[in-house]
């Protein structure tokens, strides 16, 4: 194991190993900019993104339930923030660079469109003959282009490192358009270890607190959860400890215990890879195999909690209803504008007219779940007096 990781003390701040990404071994910005000290530039990346439009849009955007069926449930910003928090605390004990996993994790979603996962299914279809829709690709698009907050340049101007983090997955052809930071998706590169982590993070996140919503909307249920080994061995221990515990009380300690038992998983079999491969720059990461992973023996119980809640969650029939309402709504927006531009607000229309339907899809994956509903309401409806 690399020296540089026993370096690091145990929620200790500042040591890195020599294998975290760094600014310097990067490419940098693609405007240059004066530093701003004392903050690091990945850290100032965190902040541009926390300040952005899209990120606070993020707190009206489904994540699974849909924003007004319920106060509790996650929405795409506390599913953001609970990725952040997963994140961070594995780079801390891996000596990454925590800012950067930390602004990767905040903007790993801003691309998302209203509704979840059958908004952006929806986006897709509708732009098919256009080029498609993928919400990491529009995540890149955000911070590059559609933020307008800077005098003298489009988009948030990030780093190298924290761009490529967001850039997820890629169709090898869009990945031939975006230059240099599409190559991995060509030649089979890896990103940065912090990319690495977020990105399992983000699974960590929602794999546990879909079982706690699931439970929560009542629609998967404790017996349901008994098929489930990861969550039924977590249960077991929680009962026989604490005979008398309520149910949402046993929940929320059952995935707290999965979470722990998850992470530190990760972390095991992580630092096994590190050990072996022995990189000792960010450069041995980006060209070798895949270092952040869950071990041999974890891979199958976290397949078969992804089948569960495909099966009993994501297709739930009430699930199912709302996505089909989404999709309505949507789809019929998106007809609507690409017929007739003149429906669209004025700054919308005359991006259409220059660069044609990708404007109407940017505007559409912009909006909240609320804001889709009222516009779709606008066009579609009179409202009586
Ligand atoms: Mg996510």
């Not at 698009?141 to 340049?153: G, K, Q």
């Not at 190298?160 to 998706?185: P, Q, S, V, Y």
């Not at 221990?237 to 929320?252: C, K």
């Not at 996505?323 to 007809?335: G, N, P, T």
């Amino acid at each position: 194991m690399s020296s540089d990781l026993h370096a690091a003390p145990d929620g200790g701040l500042g040591a890195r190993a020599a294998y975290a990404a760094s600014v310097g071994a990067q490419r940098g910005r693609r405007i240059a900019e004066a530093p701003a000290l004392p903050r690091s530039e990945f850290q100032r990346d965190r902040d541009r993104i926390v300040h952005s439009t899209a990120f606070r849009r993020l707190e009206y955007k489904t994540q699974v339930f849909v924003n007004h069926e319920g106060d509790l449930f996650r929405t795409r910003l506390t599913h953001t923030i609970e990725v952040a928090q997963i994140a961070r605390s594995i780079a801390r004990r891996l000596a990454l660079d925590e800012d950067l996993v930390e602004a990767i994790a905040l903007a790993h979603d801003l691309g998302h469109t209203p509704f979840g996962h059958a908004g952006q299914d929806t986006l897709n279809e509708c732009m098919k003959d256009h080029g498609g829709f993928e919400h990491n690709l529009q995540s890149l698009r955000v911070v590059d282009e559609l933020e307008h907050r800077y005098a003298a340049f489009d988009g948030l101007n990030l780093c190298f490192d924290t761009r490529e983090g967001i850039l997820k997955h890629c169709a090898r052809e869009n990945a031939r358009a975006l230059g240099e930071i599409g190559e991995r998706f060509l030649t089979g590169g890896q990103p940065s270890l912090e990319a690495q982590v977020a990105n399992l993070a983000d699974e960590i996140a929602y794999n546990n607190h879909d079982v706690d919503d699931g439970l929560r909307a009542g629609l998967i249920t404790l017996l349901q959860l008994e098929e489930v080994d990861l969550f039924q061995v977590h249960a077991t221990q929680v009962r026989s400890a604490y005979p008398e515990i309520q149910d949402r009380r046993m929940i929320h300690e059952t995935v707290r215990r999965m979470i722990d038992e998850l992470v530190g998983d990760l972390l095991a079999e992580t630092r096994r890879r590190i050990a072996r491969l022995r990189p000792a720059a960010v450069a041995d990461v980006r060209a070798g195999p895949p270092l952040v992973a869950f071990s041999e023996a974890m891979r199958p119980r976290v397949a078969q909690l992804r089948r569960f809640l495909h099966a009993n969650l994501y297709r739930h029939y009430q699930v199912v209803r709302m996505s089909a309402k989404s999709a309505r709504v949507i789809s019929e927006l998106f007809a609507a504008f690409l017929a007739d531009e003149r429906l669209l607000p004025d700054e919308h229309r005359d991006r259409v007219g220059a660069i044609g339907p990708r404007a109407i899809s940017d505007y559409i994956a912009g909006m909240t779940d609320r804001y889709a509903i009222g516009e779709h309401r606008r066009l579609f409806a009179f409202d009586a007096p």
